[in-house]
């Protein structure tokens, strides 16, 4: 499975953007989620689509905010965030994980980071 993230980018505090993460490989079967890494602080995990798109979860910093699809025909995944905040800057990352568990943890794969900037 490989994974690339894009569509970050500056915008205005109440804006929103749209985040892709686009796949190879039989992504159907996996947990596809939504990670992100602020200036000087740890990895934190935002939102996660479920293996067949059954189930989404999300941070209780985003829930309402943010809304994470999968369309499995194209293999992509969005993480659409609206109402975005100077505290949603970070690097944004894309990752999957077929060992289930905890929803947050067991992510073997990992795409490169996309910046999401937001000013107040």
């Known amino acids: 499975v490989q994974l690339q993230a894009s569509g970050g980018g500056l915008v205005q505090s109440g804006g929103s953007l749209r985040l892709s993460c686009s796949t190879s490989?039989?992504?159907?079967?996996?947990?596809v989620a939504w990670f992100r890494q602020a200036p000087g602080k740890e990895r934190e995990f935002v939102a996660a689509?479920?293996?067949?798109?059954?189930?989404?979860f999300y941070a209780d910093s985003v829930k309402g905010r943010f809304t994470i699809s999968r369309t499995s025909t194209k293999n992509t995944v969005y993480l659409q965030m609206n109402s975005l905040t100077p505290e949603d800057t970070a690097v944004y990352y894309c990752?999957?994980?077929?060992?289930?568990?905890?929803?947050?943890?067991?992510?073997?794969?990992w795409g490169q980071g996309t910046l999401v900037t937001v000013s107040s």
């Open positions: 990752a999957a994980q077929n060992v289930g568990g905890d929803i947050s943890r067991g992510y073997g794969y």
């Open positions: 490989g039989r992504i159907m079967y996996y947990t």
């Open positions: 689509s479920t293996s067949g798109g059954s189930g989404t």
